[in-house]
Nanobody
Framework: VQLQASGGGLVQAEDSLRLSCVAS????????MGWFRQAPGKEREFVAA??????YHADSVKGRFTISRDNAKNTLYLQMNSLKPEDTAVYYC?????????????????WGQGTLVTVSS
């Protein structure tokens, strides 16, 4: 599986961005997918995940970010609203197998290259 993330950029606080992640493979609709982010000097952290019927969001983004998918386009999205400077990070999309925990980065086996989001105050 190959993943290509895009949509990052430089924005001001309270602005919005939508990240996209295009995946290869014919079984996209069966993938368990997630978004993680890594700020400078920090560990990569869970942001959001989506399975067939369920979505999950970290407490720090709940109510502001929304994960979704378009199976016809093999694309994963992350709609980010009300951005804050602390959201500044490289954002990664990832795929995990059916096992493991949606919030555990070690359970994801395929990763995109990351897209940088910078939020200025």
């Amino acid at each position: 599986v190959q993943l290509q993330a895009s949509g990052g950029g430089l924005v001001q606080a309270e602005d919005s961005l939508r990240l996209s992640c295009v995946a290869s493979g014919r079984a996209f609709g069966t993938y368990h997918m997630g978004w993680f982010r890594q700020a400078p000097g920090k560990e990569r952290e869970f942001v959001a995940a989506i399975s067939w019927l369920s979505t999950y969001h970290a407490d720090s983004v709940k109510g502001r970010f929304t994960i979704s998918r378009d199976n016809a386009k093999n694309t994963l999205y992350l709609q980010m609203n009300s951005l804050k400077p602390e959201d500044t990070a490289v954002y990664y999309c990832a795929v995990r197998t059916g096992g493991g925990d949606y919030f555990n980065r070690n359970d994801y086996i395929y990763w995109g290259q990351g897209t940088l989001v910078t939020v200025s105050s």
